[in-house]
């Protein structure tokens, strides 16, 4: 199998040498400031969407996360079967479905008309740069499917809470949704928040998927660049592609360095089972 790889690999080297584009005058296309622009603002375009689905996904992996955690059947069932459907599905089919749905760009229509009508300049921008099916096509299919992840890496965590915290509560005084807002749920983002972090960078790649629908995110741009760039050697498919890969494994590193970092706070003044240190050391007072 490594060797059928490496052979693989070196005849893909072989053919983008022979094309030219290992060529440095392939990277001179970037020196321009309309090539420069265009891949700034496929990263905007990018990020706007990772934002986006960030936050729509946290929220349905919250609800997701609550009804599959309800003791109702009614609620819990029906959590349940949505969890296990958008999981199930891809990702991409979902984006599909939604952009070829006159429901949404009929919803997203009338936000814009309403922003515009309502909020003045402030609507105006904000119906500019966020009233496109494209964009609300692919933030809320990968926000279903991260959102059904999210879900079940909270229940997780939940289940990760020692039953003392929830005796604890309910000893307290406090109501079952009081105990899993106040006592439960901050403990089992903490205890999860690496995985959180890591379904959040799930997002960021799933973005890519906006190249399928002709929504400018990054890789949409890096291929019209490649496609509508000529030089004297051809198109620089190659010098593109290492540019936009660079650019995801960046964003990619700082998530799971911002993880790392925000674990390391997080467990900074908590013992070995999650509790609050508390110091050994007795206090000294003046007689």
Same mark, same amino acid.
């Given at each position: 199998?490594?060797?059928?790889?490496?052979?693989?690999?070196?005849?893909?080297?072989?053919?983008?040498?022979?094309?030219?584009?290992?060529?440095?005058?392939?990277?001179?296309?970037?020196?321009?400031?309309?090539?420069?622009?265009?891949?700034?603002?496929?990263?905007?375009?990018?990020?706007?969407?990772?934002?986006?689905?960030?936050?729509?996904?946290?929220?349905?992996?919250?609800?997701?996360?609550?009804?599959?955690?309800?003791?109702?059947?009614?609620?819990?069932?029906?959590?349940?079967?949505?969890?296990?459907?958008?999981?199930?599905?891809?990702?991409?089919?979902?984006?599909?479905?939604?952009?070829?749905?006159?429901?949404?760009?009929?919803?997203?229509?009338?936000?814009?008309?309403?922003?515009?009508?309502?909020?003045?300049?402030?609507?105006?921008?904000?119906?500019?740069?966020?009233?496109?099916?494209?964009?609300?096509?692919?933030?809320?299919?990968?926000?279903? /499917?991260?959102?059904?992840?999210? *879900?079940?890496? %909270?229940? @997780?965590?939940?289940? #990760?809470? &020692?039953? +003392?915290?929830?005796?604890?509560?309910?000893?307290?005084?406090?109501?079952?949704?009081?105990?899993?807002?106040?006592?439960?749920?901050?403990?089992?983002?903490?205890?999860?928040?690496?995985?959180?972090?890591?379904?959040?960078?799930?997002?960021?790649?799933?973005?890519?998927?906006?190249?399928?629908?002709? /929504?400018?995110?990054?890789?949409? *741009?890096?291929? %019209?660049? @490649?496609?509508?760039? #000529?030089? &004297?050697? +051809?198109?620089?498919?190659?010098?593109?592609?290492?540019?936009?890969?660079?650019?995801?494994?960046?964003?990619?590193?700082?998530?799971?360095?911002?993880?790392?970092?925000?674990?390391?706070?997080?467990?900074?003044?908590?013992?070995?089972?999650?509790?609050?240190?508390?110091?050994?050391?007795?206090?000294?007072?003046?007689?």
């Amino acid at each position: 199998m490594a060797a059928v790889t490496g052979g693989a690999l070196c005849w893909a080297l072989l053919r983008f040498k022979e094309a030219g584009q290992f060529d440095a005058r392939m990277w001179e296309a970037f020196e321009y400031r309309g090539v420069q622009l265009r891949i700034l603002t496929g990263m905007v375009d990018t990020v706007k969407a990772f934002v986006l689905a960030v936050v729509l996904s946290l929220l349905l992996g919250l609800l997701f996360a609550a009804g599959r955690l309800s003791t109702h059947g009614l609620l819990r069932r029906p959590a349940g079967a949505l969890v296990e459907f958008f999981r199930a599905v891809p990702v991409i089919i979902t984006v599909f479905a939604l952009y070829a749905t006159d429901l949404l760009r009929t919803a997203v229509a009338a936000a814009a008309g309403f922003l515009r009508e309502n909020l003045g300049s402030p609507g105006e921008w904000a119906a500019t740069n966020f009233a496109s099916p494209t964009l609300w096509a692919l933030v809320v299919g990968i926000a279903l /499917y991260n959102g059904a992840a999210q *879900a079940e890496i %909270l229940r @997780a965590g939940v289940g #990760a809470v &020692p039953k +003392g915290q929830f005796e604890a509560g309910y000893a307290l005084g406090m109501r079952k949704t009081q105990v899993m807002t106040a006592v439960v749920m901050p403990q089992a983002v903490r205890t999860m928040l690496p995985s959180i972090i890591s379904q959040m960078v799930v997002t960021l790649k799933d973005t890519s998927l906006g190249f399928f629908i002709m /929504y400018e995110e990054l890789l949409y *741009a890096g291929k %019209l660049l @490649a496609q509508n760039t #000529a030089t &004297p050697h +051809g198109y620089p498919y190659l010098p593109v592609l290492c540019v936009v890969g660079s650019l995801y494994i960046i964003t990619c590193l700082l998530l799971s360095w911002a993880a790392r970092r925000l674990t390391a706070l997080e467990w900074r003044g908590l013992d070995g089972r999650g509790l609050p240190r508390v110091s050994s050391k007795m206090p000294t007072g003046s007689r």
